[in-house]
């Protein structure tokens, strides 16, 4: 946790293949402002894997709902969600809906989907296709691996691919010789 305790709660999920550290910046904007509860996704960050091996958005929702009880305790808070972070809050609204307006008093989403982003990005023929047999078995090995995967992801970023990579199954439209500005 950071922040003041008295100041209104805010509770970050990251993205997968990422970690909590991925709101280093949020956290150095925010903090003073807020109170920011940053938890890791099993298997990613600090966070240990499930003996069950489920990973599914409803179990990741209720790990969701025992951060909000017992970290925030009796505060109201807001959610914060990047990419599947952003699923993940919606499935506890869906899950929980009776903690909506009390518990959960509103929603920040960032660059995630309502459904199965594999069916909402370009090509998304080519990606179902791939997701059973690719896509994943690949989840699982980057959870297997967190530590590797966080470095090989601050390496993309670094060097641009993260962002050509963004560009191009994302909402942009970059063709052949545009310049990425």
């Known amino acids: ?5 008295d100041a209104p709660t805010l509770v970050f999920t990251h993205g997968w293949s990422t970690s909590s550290t991925e709101w280093y910046y949020a956290k150095r904007q925010l903090a003073g402002q807020f109170r920011l509860i940053l ?18 958005l409803e179990r990741m929702a209720r790990d969701l709902r025992v951060v909000v009880s017992t970290v925030a305790k009796d505060k109201p808070v807001v959610l914060v969600g990047h990419s599947i972070g952003g699923m993940i809050n919606l499935t506890y609204c869906r899950l929980f809906p009776q903690e909506l307006g009390r518990r959960v008093t509103g929603i920040v989403q960032v660059d995630g989907s309502y459904t199965n982003p594999v069916t909402t990005t370009k090509n998304a023929t080519q990606s179902e296709a791939l997701q059973k047999p690719m896509g994943e078995p690949l989840l699982h090995a980057m959870s297997a691996l967190s530590p590797v995967v966080r470095v090989l992801n601050w390496l993309s970023y670094r060097n641009g691919t993260a962002h050509l990579l963004n560009a191009k199954t994302g909402f942009a439209d970059l063709k052949p010789g545009d310049r990425w500005t």
């Open 1 to 5: 946790m950071f922040g003041r305790d």
């Open 39 to 56: 938890w890791d996704l099993p298997g990613l960050g600090a966070s240990g894997r499930p003996a069950d091996g489920d990973y599914s």
